[in-house]
């Protein structure tokens, strides 16, 4: 157990609706990651968030959007979804005391867009 | 454009024996270099990580090597168990941008399987 906490853990709706996942950190963890898993590949950054703001920004799309609250925990919000959406999405965090490259990864969220 | 390539899908090796999986890299502005291991249905964990000063690294049965020049790395595992059995992610940072700040960089990841 990591000690990430990620829900739903499995989603299932239809194209052009809106999703939110939400992701609790670890106990103490400032950072939160946003990671896509789509199928034969390897795991895309979306986005960080640091204490509240947004650190850091990878391959995330418009449609997309992603917040992390007071109490640390963050939400990842999917809408106008499409087919190629449908995938895993991960949430990690770290406690960003020094790089150790450890990243502390939730169990994922499967999404399937019909 | 993949900047972390793990160009073999699969792996399969007997119980005992070694497992060598490699990573290539083509952006040289990355300096660190870890091996996470997922197990089906759940996340990624992390298993070992090097630096760029370094060469190796040793945890046990699990040793990374670098080689910089080629821009390449390996993970090694002796003696490979069926427990080993797992996807295996190299990933790789190029920056640490302070207050828990960094970005990894994944490739698509090599499914091990170790036979009894």
């Known amino acids: 157990d990591s000690g990430v906490t990620q829900t739903p853990k499995h989603l299932i709706t239809a194209t052009g609706q809106r999703v939110t996942l939400r992701c609790s950190p670890r106990?103490?963890?400032?950072?939160v990651y946003w990671y896509q898993q789509s199928l034969d590949q390897g795991l895309q950054f979306l986005i960080q968030y640091y204490n509240g703001e947004e650190r850091a920004k990878g391959n995330i799309l418009e449609r997309f959007s992603a917040q992390q609250f007071p109490d640390l925990h963050s939400e990842l919000n999917l809408s106008s979804l499409e087919l190629g959406d449908s995938a895993l999405y991960f949430c990690?965090?770290?406690?960003?005391?020094?790089?150790?490259?450890?990243?502390?990864f939730g169990e994922g969220s499967r999404l399937t867009v019909l | 454009d993949q900047q972390v390539k793990q160009n073999s899908p699969s792996l399969s090796v007997q119980e005992g024996r070694i497992s060598i999986l490699n990573c290539d890299y083509t952006n040289s502005m990355f300096d660190y270099f870890l091996w996470y291991k997922k197990y089906p249905a759940e996340g990624p964990t992390f298993l070992i990580s090097?630096?760029?000063?370094?060469d190796k690294n040793e945890d046990g049965r699990f040793t990374v090597f670098l080689n910089k020049s080629a821009k390449h790395l390996s993970l090694h595992i002796v003696p490979s168990q069926p427990g080993d059995s797992a996807v295996y992610f190299c990933?790789?940072?190029?920056?640490?941008?302070?207050?828990?700040?960094?970005?990894?960089?994944f490739g698509k990841g090599t499914k091990l399987s170790v036979i009894p």
């Open positions: 990933a790789a940072s190029d920056g640490w941008y302070g207050a828990g700040s960094y970005q990894l960089t």
């Open positions: 106990s103490g963890d400032l950072s």
């Open positions: 090097i630096s760029s000063i370094k």
């Open positions: 990690a965090s770290s406690g960003g005391r020094g790089r150790t490259g450890e990243l502390f």
